[in-house]
């Protein structure tokens, strides 16, 4: 069943399925960068009002089941969370593999969310079982 969110002058439901990853595909998601970026990307969503419903976070790429009111555009939303979480990862963390704003590549893929909403959910969460086993790291 759906849940629908409401804003004076309107109801909606709008979920997408987002994958980010790091410039050159290369993979930096691991250690002390691994276990913050969570945290880090569902605290930024927070402050846009933006729901993380799913997330995981591999080596080399980030998946994420995101409801964004429609007041946003995805491309702000996406934009916002790279270019913060960057920011974020190179002053938190201090990481030499984190160049400033250089961290995310320039694009990313996103899909809706309709029906297939648990079917995405699971899709997310198994992740580290389709790639590899290096146990998981689900957002907290």
């Not at 402050?47 to 790429?61: A, F, S």
């Amino acid at each position: 069943m759906h849940e629908w969110q409401s804003q004076s002058h309107v109801r909606w439901d709008c979920k997408y399925h987002v994958v980010i990853v790091p410039k050159y595909r290369k993979k930096l998601l691991f250690g002390k960068l691994r276990n913050q970026a969570g945290p880090i990307l569902k605290e930024l969503c927070r402050q846009k009002g933006v729901e993380v419903v799913e997330g995981h976070v591999m080596p080399d790429h980030v998946h994420m089941c995101l409801w964004i009111a429609p007041k946003y555009s995805v491309a702000f939303v996406i934009g916002f969370l790279k270019g913060k979480s960057a920011v974020r990862f190179h002053r938190q963390l201090g990481d030499k593999r984190v160049q400033g704003l250089h961290f995310w590549s320039t694009g990313y893929c996103v899909s809706t969310v309709g029906l297939d909403e648990q079917r995405i959910r699971e899709y997310i969460r198994e992740q580290e079982k389709l790639e590899t086993d290096q146990g998981t790291l689900d957002f907290e």
